[in-house]
Nanobody
């Protein structure tokens, strides 16, 4: 069993920045892909960004050029640097990870972009 714990969410003004962190623990099985998904009120959960153990990345079109995903494999930790935030980015952001055996989800961290 893998536990994912997110941190770094909060309230920020449009144009501002936040950095989210997610640490995986509780397993000695190597993590492959990690990433971030988000869910706004009344909407489906959607992909934000993912990164493999080889640091190959994938981004949603809506965040390309504004968000950057990175990871520290030694710590099984993934980060999401969010710049030029827009009100449309307001959502609960969920950390994701997988390995050979299963997919794992964090409990989510709230990001609110508002003036």
């Amino acid at each position: 069993q893998v536990q994912l714990v997110e941190s770094g969410g909060g309230l920020v003004q449009p144009g501002g920045s936040l950095r989210l962190s997610c640490a995986a623990s509780g397993s000695n099985v190597s993590i492959n892909k990690m990433g971030w998904y988000r869910q706004a009120p009344g909407k489906q959960r959607e992909l934000v960004a993912t990164i493999t153990s080889r640091s190959r990345t994938n981004y949603a079109d809506s965040v390309k050029g504004r968000f950057t995903i990175s990871r520290d494999n030694a710590k099984n930790t993934v980060y999401l640097q969010m710049n030029s935030l827009k009100p449309e980015d307001t959502a609960v952001y969920y950390c994701y990870a997988d390995n050979y055996f299963a997919n794992y989800w964090g409990q989510g961290t709230q990001v609110t972009v508002s003036s």
